[in-house]
Structures are given as C-alpha cells and as structure tokens.
C-alpha cells in the first residue's frame, strides 16, 4: 500500500521542500523556519480554507488518490476453452458464431418499464458544478449519440441566473435546466435516457414538478451521497452579488455574503470567491416511501436512487427500502470519489472504498433475493474508466449489477474533443493530437460514425467534444466484447461471478470470489482423476 502526503499534493497545487516527510501528518521531517513553501500548512497561513479545495474550480476535475490495500485491481477475468453462454436462441456456439463481434454489450434497468442502453455504462450526475455547465453539449450530444443514459445534476435550477419563482418559491422557468434537456432529447437515438437527480434545495424549488410538467421526463433520481463527499453539493462564486443572490434563494453561502467582514474582504481583494453549499438530506423510512409515492403520482415512471460511500448500515437501508419501494434502480458510489468540487481530505479520507462497498452492496442483494425479495437493479460506480473494470463490476454485483457509472472518465474525453476543436481553429494542434491528422476527419477515427447516425447536414451541429464521447464509449463496447468473449459471456445477463478470481486472499475474503488458486480447482481434479 503506498503512502499517500495529507500535506502536499497536485490537488491542491502544493508540495513538500524535503525529500524526508513524516508518513502520518505529512509535515517536512526538517521544518526550517524562512522557507520559502509550499506544503499546504504553508500555504494555509495566508489562503486559509481555499486550501480545502482543489483548484482551480471550473477547469479541473479532481479525484482521490489514496491507494487502499485492495482495489478492482486485486480482481482478474478467467479465460475458457470450451463453450459459450449468452448466444441468441438457437444459435450453438462454435468457431463462426461465436465470434466478439457478435457479444451483445446491450443492457437494461428498470422495475416494471425498462430503458436499454448500448453499453453498460451511463454518466455520473452532471450538475451545477461550472466544468458541467459550459461542457454541456458536448456531454449531452455524446451520451445521446452514444446510446447511453445522461445524469443531469442537482442545484441546476437553483443556479439558474434567469431562474424564475413563483410566490410560494416554487420554478417556474429555469432556462438551462430546458437548455440541458432539450439538447440530450434532440439527440437522443432510442436508447438510454436523461434524468434530473434531487437534492433538499431542488426538493423545495419544486424541481421535479417543473420538469415533470414542463418536459414529461420518465425519471427522476433522488440523491443520498457520492463516493465523494458526505456533505451537500458546493459550487464557488467570484461575484459577491451572486453569492447574495444564491443566499436568498436558500443555499448555504460561506462566508456569509451579507456579512460587513466578508464584504471588506472581498472588497480588500483577500477573499476572492464564495462557496455555495447545499443541505446535508436527513433520511427515514416512512419519509423515504412518502417521497417515491410523491413522485409517482406526478408521473414518474421510473424512481432511482444515487447514495455514496457511507457505511454498512445506510446501504443496507438504501437496498432494502429500494426494494420494498419497487424503485428502478440504484446506484451504488464507492470512495474514493471523482469531482468537479469536493473537499480534498473528504475525497481522500471518508467512506467505505469501492471495492469492499460494492461487495457488501452483492452480499445484501443476494440476502434479500434468498428471502424471496425482488431488489433493484444496481449500477456500481466509483473509479470506474476502462473496459476491463466495467467487466469485473458486472461480474463481482451479478446477476443484479446492470451497468457502471462513469464520472470523470465520461467527461474527460468531451473535454479533450472540445479543445482538439479549438486548437484546429487557432492552428496550435499538439503532437499529441497532430501526428493523426489536420482535420476532425481525420483525427477522429469514428467521425464518419458519427455522421451517419445524425446526417451528413446535421454534422456541422455536433461539436468536436460529442465525438470524443462517442469514440471513448465506442473503445469500452468493443473492449467489453472481446473481454466477454474471452470468458465465453455472449451477453451481459449471462456475466456471473464465476468469470472472476482473486489474486490475494484478502480479495477473495472481502468479496467472496475464489483465490485464484481455488477457483475452479474441483473441476480440475475431476479431470485429474
């Protein structure tokens, strides 16, 4: 297990001056006074609680790095010789049939109405945070093209500039809210969804009526947590008008805007920006089915579920009453998390790691099911970015693990395909990118994909970053079929659990799934007799 530094990292932008640092606090083993920096007490004397968040906000995204004693990782794919599961009905599985090209990688969630998606993956919840807001089209336009379902964020309304509310508080016109469905919709080609995830503020703007009467959306998620953070959601503000603004509109805005202490020290130019915080959700069973039925009845189709890192007790909460509340799905967020605003530490230090919380998550689903209880459909996320990870989620949570949420590794490419674009217009294509080509077309090698799924006229509307998206998501489909069939899977549903060892003991005691030089080893002494 490596040593991660609680006082320097890139997060952060800090850094240790000594080669010898203390393993626990981090500390210089030599502190020498007239240095000159930057370990992050160093920069804290004078920044203060900026040091809590990885900078800048709205340019970067930022994820924990501590290197827990097991991880997916510690997890690998068993390969066969013979036979072949999953096949279309009536189709026998031999060397022309059973091919990767012919892997199904389509899935479904959903209790009673179900969405397919092409892939097993869908995006984490894209809200208020500023890298969502101006990279939208490109995460929007991709995921649509690309088959798969868009989670649109909490506080979006709420932030809104031109929100506009009634006299009771309530929505009624948030324009970018309408902005970031209405793109996902226009091009949306049968498959995934975009729903609008929830939170205490967007529960008390009346979020889910507006975008239930105004847009008729099938979905709504209700938010406990992330793997992230186990506070509300933050966003930062340079515009003392704006935090005032937010404040009276219900957030948690720190230092308090309104504040004649705050107001001089924005005004001395020492405080420079603002954090808007949402409220901690405060959970209970009763309230829990009250709130599903709630928006059932301002018709929903689909109920899910987002909840993060937290422990064994609120997950267990989290299946069993998703399951006697019939809701369609639950996402299951393990530490340690990916964000566009989060506190470093609390990335770094809080919740159960994704690996030993989507274990519990399988054991209880199992537990549940052996009583005679239907359970939601899960989806596992938390660190989640190639195919091969996307193939033990589904395995290890089998057969009630649908897909993977993806955060960061979904934007990222949007990001990417969206500066390519720039660069082609200023004529500064990096080497990176320029030993490929000197047009989209070129460089992008499913451009012509693209195209022929929205329309050679309809092409000059797609920006650069939705065809990032497609190309990443495209990588991971085809990754994930010749990765099921190597394990001889032919469709999602027919992943198990056997399709997995474990290369540590402690692995196999944490998950369950066989060391490695146990698994399958009854059979082979059958052989062997």
């Known amino acids: 297990m490596n040593l991660q530094r609680p006082n320097a990292n890139d997060a952060t932008r800090t850094a240790n001056r000594s080669r010898s640092v203390v393993p626990m606090s981090g500390l210089c083993s030599r502190c020498l006074d007239g240095c000159t920096g930057n370990c992050e007490v160093f920069k804290a004397t004078f920044r203060g609680r900026e040091l809590i968040y990885p900078g800048p906000f709205g340019d970067i995204t930022s994820g924990g ?32 049939t059973a091919i990767f090209p012919n892997v199904d990688t389509e899935t479904e969630y959903g209790w009673d109405i179900k969405v397919k998606m092409k892939t097993p993956i869908f995006t984490g919840a894209l809200g208020s945070t500023e890298i969502a807001r101006k990279n939208w089209e490109h995460f929007a336009i991709g995921a649509a093209i690309s088959g798969i379902t868009q989670v649109c ?3 979006v309304c709420g932030i809104d500039p031109k929100l506009e509310l009634n006299s ?22 049968g498959y995934g969804e975009i729903l609008i995830q929830m939170n205490v503020e967007d529960t008390r703007l009346g979020v889910a009526e507006y975008v239930s009467k105004k847009h008729g959306l099938g979905t709504i998620e209700l938010k406990w947590g992330q793997g992230a953070k186990c506070i509300g959601g933050e966003i930062k503000i340079n515009s003392i008008e704006r ?10 805005v720190t230092p308090d805007p309104s ?50 890192a937290y422990g064994l007790r609120e997950l267990a ?16 967020d393990g530490a340690g998390g990916g964000t566009g605003m989060s506190p470093w530490r609390m990335m770094e ?86 030993q490929f080509g000197s047009t989209p077309e070129e460089i992008f090698i499913c451009y012509e994909d693209v195209k022929n799924i929205v329309g050679a006229d309809e092409m000059k509307n797609i920006p650069l970053g ?7 998501s495209e990588k991971i489909r085809v990754g994930l079929q010749q990765l099921m069939a190597g394990a001889r899977c032919f469709s999602v549903p027919a992943i198990t659990r056997r399709e997995l060892m474990s290369l540590t003991e402690e692995c196999a005691k944490v998950t369950g799934i066989p060391y490695l030089m146990d698994a399958y080893r009854e059979e082979a002494m059958k052989i062997l007799a």
Request: net charge positive; aromatic share 10%.
């Open 65 to 96: 790095d501590k290197d827990y004693p097991i991880d997916y990782s510690h997890l690998n794919i068993q390969g066969y010789a013979l036979g072949a599961k999953g096949l279309p009905a009536g189709v026998t599985g031999d060397p022309d």
């Open 153 to 155: 964020g909490e506080n």
């Open 168 to 189: 009771k508080g309530k929505v009624v016109s948030a324009p970018d809210m309408d902005r970031r469905i209405e793109i996902y919709r226009r091009y949306h080609q």
């Open 243 to 252: 935090a005032i603004e937010l404040q009276k509109r219900g957030y948690i």
């Open 259 to 308: 504040s004649p202490l705050s107001q001089a020290a924005f005004k001395d130019g020492a405080l420079r920006e603002f954090e808007r915080h949402s409220r901690l959700g405060f959970i209970s069973e009763e309230g829990f089915y009250a709130e599903v039925k709630r928006l059932r009845d301002l018709g929903f189709k689909r109920i899910t579920l987002k909840t993060g």
């Open 317 to 332: 909460m989290a299946i069993k009453w998703g399951a006697k509340a019939k809701i369609d799905l639950i996402t299951i």
């Open 349 to 434: 230090e809080w919740g159960i790691p994704s690996l030993y919380l989507h274990a519990a998550a399988r054991e209880f689903c199992q537990k549940l099911a052996d009583k005679g209880m239907r359970v939601p459909d899960i989806a596992f996320a938390g660190g989640f970015s190639s195919e091969d990870g996307v193939f033990k989620a589904l395995a290890l949570g089998a057969p009630f693990t649908k897909a993977v949420c993806m955060g960061r590794a979904l934007m990222i490419p949007g990001m990417v395909g969206k500066n390519i674009e720039q660069w082609l217009k200023d004529g500064k294509l990096p080497n990176t990118v320029s």
């Open 466 to 472: 939705a065809v990032g998206i497609y190309s990443f």
